[in-house]
């Protein structure tokens, strides 16, 4: 597998405030790297600045072998002839006012190819959004706002997706149907991700590697398997049971 995300060296925060520093790793072609880390280490910041909207101080980030870090959100989505990057923020940030078909049009980014990601796929993968492709934005709920961001991330046909915290505050049953849509990506569609996840089991399950943040920095870089096989550094490293 060739390496599709190289990140090196990379410092970064808000103005002058550091808030990353110095952060290495790769993720090679259909990879999946789970993100951890306890509260306010800075995944969300790594996971901003590499679709850059935040300060970046210092470092590199390569995207099939091309320097991206001076580039704008838009030219990183969107131009890279092979695939950019998708984005899911935390906040989700779906257009409320437009429908779900809507939604997903005005940020279609059309490739030939019979595994480009259409309308159609979207609705395959995700079944409740055909069922409401005529409801406004703010007319669903919570998880179904949360598949319709990634569903929006898949129409621009991305290399590789950044998920931030995409099963939280979600009930049970729809966690289940992400977890599931999260794996065919990864597993079967073979899309690059990188997922920040308050659960790290549920992420580990379908990652390959893992990547734990303190302070900003990275403390541990291991294959997901390891972690999922020695629960108790899990529970060193972030606390959890």
């Known amino acids: 597998m060739s390496e599709l995300l190289e990140v090196t060296g990379l410092t970064a925060g808000y103005a002058e405030a550091v808030i990353i520093s110095d952060v290495n790793f790769v993720i090679k072609e259909g990879q999946t790297l789970a993100l951890l880390g306890r509260n306010g280490v800075g ?27 001076q580039w704008t959100p838009y030219e990183r989505v969107r131009n890279v002839p092979q695939g950019g990057i998708g984005w899911v923020p935390q906040e989700r940030n779906i257009f409320k006012s437009l429908t779900v078909h ?28 055909a069922e409401r492709k005529g ?14 961001a990634v569903a929006r991330a898949l129409m621009v046909n991305p290399r590789v997706l950044l998920l931030d915290e995409p099963l939280e505050g979600l009930a049970p049953i729809i966690v289940e149907e992400l977890l599931l849509a999260l794996k065919t990506l990864t597993r079967s569609e073979g899309i690059s991700a990188i997922i920040v996840e308050q659960h790290p089991q549920m992420i580990l399950a379908i990652s390959d590697q893992a990547l734990v943040l303190e302070r900003g920095q990275v ?23």
Request: proline share 2%; hydrophobic share 35%.
């Open 43 to 69: 995944k969300t910041t790594l996971i901003n600045t590499l679709i850059g909207v935040t300060q970046r101080h210092s470092g590199q980030i390569k995207l099939s072998g091309q320097s991206i870090e």
């Open 102 to 129: 809507e939604n997903l049009t005005a940020v279609e980014r059309s490739v030939e190819g019979q595994h480009a990601w259409t309308t159609n796929r979207v609705y395959q993968l995700f079944p409740r959004l």
């Open 135 to 148: 409801n406004l934005g703010n007319q669903l709920s919570g998880g179904e706002q949360q598949m319709l």
């Open 219 to 241: 403390v541990l870089q291991e294959a997901a398997q390891v972690l999922l096989d020695h629960p108790e550094r899990l529970e060193q490293l972030l606390g959890v049971q």
